[in-house]
């Protein structure tokens, strides 16, 4: 069993490219089922969760390959960053991840 606080210390890791996604922000429940259904991860630019106009991302409890003492590993295979007047936005390629605008 595990708590919500110690899934928030856990850094996030992308397996399909290796990149810290950061640390788990918020989590979706479904309260009919009894579960987790996704972790949110704060995007670019945002600082504690707070500062900051980027999205987030939503990492789908499936998408989650092993939740490990220090780290969480995760296979979301296309996110791009791209760089557009000196702002960093992150997109999603495909339905693998979710973004939340704020």
Not at 3 to 11: P, Q, V
Not at 30 to 43: A, H
Not at 65 to 73: F, N, R, T, Y
């Amino acid at each position: 069993m595990i708590s919500t606080t110690e899934l928030r210390e856990k850094e996030i890791i992308n397996l399909a490219d290796g990149r810290k996604l950061g640390y788990v922000e918020d989590i979706e429940v479904n309260l009919e089922k009894g579960r987790i259904d996704s972790i949110i991860v704060p995007g670019v630019g945002k600082f504690l969760g707070i500062f900051g106009k980027h999205e987030e991302h939503i990492i789908k409890w499936h998408q989650i390959k092993k939740i490990g003492v220090d780290v969480i590993l995760v296979q979301c295979n296309k996110v791009v960053e791209t760089n557009q007047e000196d702002e960093i936005y992150e997109e999603a390629i495909s339905e693998e991840i979710f973004i939340k605008k704020q």
